[in-house]
């Protein structure tokens, strides 16, 4: 719905942050007057923008399938996609004309760039009067949308910001009245032996809300009171900051340290009884880490809501509510109230009795899913996504972006899990440490990205004759085993606002096809080749300078051209279980590059010690020093002293380790502070190593 304002909204901060294109455009300025307020013109469309994005956010979800609201929405879209276009248009004569400057040829070609930067100053002009006429419409169609949020879906907003929900109306639930009232019995039983209530069931079974209306209900009866969401991504010092804060202290505590927050809190609370709870705990250690701060009050309660059992478990069997879903006749209940909200007794129209039915036995009486299909006809499908490769390929989107001290990294798994816990995303595989590794969409989610995919120029393609078909303005390309020869004299695809091509086990993809794509499409962004049959990347690949992700993982790739260099807002290159050996030695003037993914199966049955292997460091490694995923390289005498640099790394992967190495190489390991993920593998099963030498400092690594 934002997402394109989003993006464009990215994009133009990108270019306004750009001293070097300042500068240079500062000399063409000097020829031509209407070039001298470009920034500023671009600053007003930001602005205008922005408004625009906060409009769409507060327009209610029961008016989002309002034909008029859709169609100026559509209008919003339409103007941002011409944002972004031009705003690329910038960047890349941005970059070019510092390249030729750097090279002295800047005089050579400097009346071409004046007419290419006036060419953007004019359309820039152009997109001021198309934004003036959709505020028009705005003004003119949109007062009669309400710009209030339906309860539920502002409870679900809130949550997503941490804030505290509002109460969810008596009305609006259903099926939840005999644990409500049991839930509100343990909160005043005087005999019991632990002050810890848990509500654990699946994700959507609706835990929060029926925590949520209990607590709302009951707060005023405790002098002291707190809700926090906890999630996967905690910390304990952050986690004592807000409860301290929501139990009414008004003092400084930023310099306060763990020691220095629990005895505060222990401080306010004393004599006072307490309500806390905490949402969404994934792990015991959560609860352990804080409670002493507040488990000597015998007068507290605390109510837990998770997914997991164990730590459902920190209740007494006494105390432990798990949750189930609803049945047959509460969730189409359910469903009628979110579904037909404005109608008459919420009642189901005769002519959609039997779909709505169908609905919500795929929901399978999970509230979360009935809600959210109620108002949005949500539709998913079962297919395994990676988690990383999902988070990195949101980021070079730019769908996710840095928040506070968070990297975007960080924001996206929140977004994952957000998603998760709205049942739009289920968990197919954990880790040895419980974190999702695999996920996969339902159904009816797949069914409503199907539903929008026209409207955000999506476009899918199996063979030949649906790519010649395809809109040329499409924005994102995917298609999945392709297994259809094209010829050589076939003509060039031109797609030249396309972003995203993604092409999942092509059988049949030749090098000329994808050249002839790339030639086209001067600012796609990713480019995911994933188990292809692709042998090479053509050498055009390096002209792509807005390239942010490839996958070439499983792929038949041997080599990538030197070319590459030249990519230097590349984020991820994942090219393991490939034939590459190597890494071209320019890859260290990627410096934005923040994950690199690297490794080769010598032996597929994995039968042999060092069945898998990494790929040589490049010498300048030490360049990369944004650098968070190094998986895998070879260990060498020189790679302590390239790491040294590498202190964002989170995960790094080593093999071939000698005995006469470690020793630096594992001191090197223990100095980083991020360290989340480990991997070392030794040169043969008969090397010795000194782990005696590894000692890290990271509180992320975890032994599994």
Aim: net charge negative; aromatic share 8%.
């Amino acid at each position: 719905m934002a997402e394109a304002v989003l993006l464009a909204l990215t994009k133009i901060g990108n270019v306004l942050a750009d001293q070097v294109a300042k500068d240079l455009l500062a000399k063409l300025s000097e020829k031509v007057n209407n070039l001298r307020d470009l920034d500023e013109k671009i600053e007003q469309m930001r602005m205008q923008l922005a408004t625009m994005n906060n409009v769409i956010w507060k327009i209610s979800m029961t008016c989002l399938t309002d034909e008029v609201v859709k169609g100026w929405i559509g209008e919003v879209r339409k103007v941002a996609y011409r944002v972004e276009d031009v705003m690329d248009k910038y960047s890349y004569y941005s970059v070019q004309m510092a390249e030729e400057w750097f090279l002295k040829k800047y005089f050579i070609k400097g009346s071409h760039y004046v007419l290419v930067f006036t060419q953007i100053a004019d359309e820039v002009v152009k997109i001021e009067k198309e934004i003036k006429q959709v505020v028009e419409l705005k003004d003119k169609w949109l007062p009669l949308c309400p710009f209030v949020s339906h309860p539920l879906t502002e409870m679900e907003r809130q949550r997503s910001q941490d804030i505290f929900p509002e109460l969810v109306k008596d009305e609006d639930l259903v099926g939840i009245e005999d644990n409500r009232r049991l839930l509100t019995e343990w909160l005043y039983y005087d005999e019991l032996d632990n002050k810890v209530i848990t509500v654990s069931g699946m994700g959507g079974l609706g835990k929060t809300t029926l925590v949520t209306n209990v607590y709302e209900r009951e707060k005023t009866n405790f002098s002291a009171h707190a809700w926090m969401a906890v999630s996967q991504t905690y910390t304990v010092d952050a986690l004592l900051k807000k409860l301290l804060r929501k139990v009414g202290y008004k003092g400084e505590i930023d310099k306060m340290d763990v020691y220095d927050l629990k005895e505060e809190i222990t401080r306010v609370l004393k004599d006072r009884k307490c309500l806390i709870v905490l949402d969404d705990v994934w792990d015991q250690e959560a609860y352990f880490k804080i409670c002493d701060a507040f488990q000597s009050n015998q007068q507290s309660r605390v109510i837990i809501t998770t997914r997991k059992n164990h730590v459902a478990a920190l209740a007494s069997s006494a105390c432990r509510l798990d949750l189930q879903p609803l049945d047959g006749n509460q969730a189409f209940d359910l469903f009628c109230r979110r579904a037909f909200y404005s109608t008459k007794d919420h009642e189901c129209p005769s002519e959609l009795v039997e779909v709505a039915a169908s609905i919500v036995d795929r929901c399978q009486g999970l509230p979360l899913a009935i809600v959210s299909i109620g108002s949005l006809f949500l539709f998913s499908e079962d297919y395994p996504i990676s988690r990383e490769s999902l988070v990195r390929l949101w980021i070079a989107e730019g769908f996710v972006l840095s928040k506070e001290n968070n990297t975007p990294e960080v924001v996206a798994e929140g977004n994952l899990m957000e998603l998760i816990y709205r049942n739009m995303l289920q968990i197919k595989e954990n880790d040895e440490l419980g974190r999702v590794t695999t996920c996969t969409m339902h159904d009816i989610v797949r069914d409503l990205a199907l539903s929008i995919a026209k409207e955000e120029k999506f476009g899918s393609a199996n063979d030949f004759g649906t790519m010649v078909q395809i809109n040329k303005d499409v924005r994102r390309l995917s298609s999945y085993e392709w297994n259809d020869s094209v010829a050589a004299t076939a003509p060039k695809f031109k797609l030249p606002r396309l972003r995203t091509l993604v092409s999942l086990g092509a059988i049949s993809f030749p090098t000329y096809m994808l050249d002839s794509i790339l030639s086209e499409s001067s600012y796609l962004t990713v480019l995911e080749l994933q188990d292809s049959e692709i042998t090479q990347l053509p050498k055009s690949i390096g002209n792509m300078f807005n390239l942010r992700y490839i996958g070439l993982r499983r792929t038949k790739v041997k080599s990538l051209p030197d070319s590459i260099e030249k990519l230097s807002n590349l984020y991820t290159l994942d090219i393991k279980q490939t034939k590459i050996e190597k890494l071209p030695r320019g890859i260290t003037k990627i410096k934005k590059l923040r994950h690199l993914l690297a490794d080769r199966y010598d032996d597929e049955k994995h039968s042999e010690f060092r069945y898998f292997k990494g790929v040589q460091a490049p010498k300048d490694l030490s360049n990369l020093e944004e650098l968070q995923t190094l998986e895998t390289v070879e260990a060498s005498k020189d790679l302590a002293v390239q790491l040294k640099k590498l202190m964002q790394l989170r995960s790094v992967w080593i093999d071939n380790i000698s005995s006469a190495d470690c020793g630096n190489i594992f001191a090197t390991l223990s100095t980083m502070p991020l360290l989340s993920s480990l991997l070392l593998s030794a040169r043969d099963e008969n090397e010795p190593l000194c782990f005696e030498a590894l000692q890290p400092m990271s509180k992320e690594l975890h032994r599994s």
